[in-house]
């Protein structure tokens, strides 16, 4: 078995879309980035380029590539499955947070993890999302930003 974990953060702004875990959710805020900004996503498929010791996501997709930009995160994730896959792993399990002061995660999570359980072809018993507010402190309260964090256990294919 392998461990690997990592953690993201991107910049709330008006004018950009909020894209989490696959899920697009209605907001007067949105991600900025080269991408299209689903921080949750790059921290699972980070974890898992961890896990492998394969170095951070921005070595496999570069924000100054135009491929990359606009670039739903799921085709990223989906990119780093192949190469665990290819590897000789599987996913063990997923747990990962996202810190968002609002709006509310709970009716999106459900959805979330079936997005990775798709994209990292395993059973969605396996995939972990959580959500957590700011409470009104640090940049995650005053809806500057949001953070994301996962952890994931591969495991060798037999
Ligand atoms: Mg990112």
Not at 22 to 28: F, H, M, R
Not at 108 to 114: F, L, S, T
Not at 116 to 125: R, T, V, Y
Request: net charge negative; aromatic share 4%.
């Amino acid at each position: 078995m392998r461990i690997g974990q990592s953690s993201d953060i991107h910049r709330l702004v008006e004018g950009r879309k909020l894209i989490l875990g696959g899920v697009e959710i209605e907001s007067d805020l949105g991600l900025l980035g080269h991408s299209d900004a689903d921080a949750l996503t790059h921290a699972v498929a980070e974890a898992i380029l961890g896990a492998l010791a394969l170095g951070d996501l921005g070595k496999w997709f570069p924000d100054t590539d135009p491929k990359w930009e606009g670039a739903d995160s799921q085709v990223i994730l989906r990119a780093v499955a192949a190469m665990m896959d290819e590897r000789g792993y599987r996913i063990g399990n997923v747990d990962s947070l996202v810190l968002i002061e609002k709006p509310k995660m709970a009716p999106h999570i459900q959805k979330m993890r079936a997005n990775f359980a798709a994209a990292l072809n395993c059973d969605i018993e396996r995939i972990s999302v959580k959500a957590t507010r700011g409470e009104g402190l640090g940049y995650v309260g005053r809806r500057e930003g949001v953070l994301a964090q996962a952890v994931v256990l591969l495991e060798e294919k037999e």
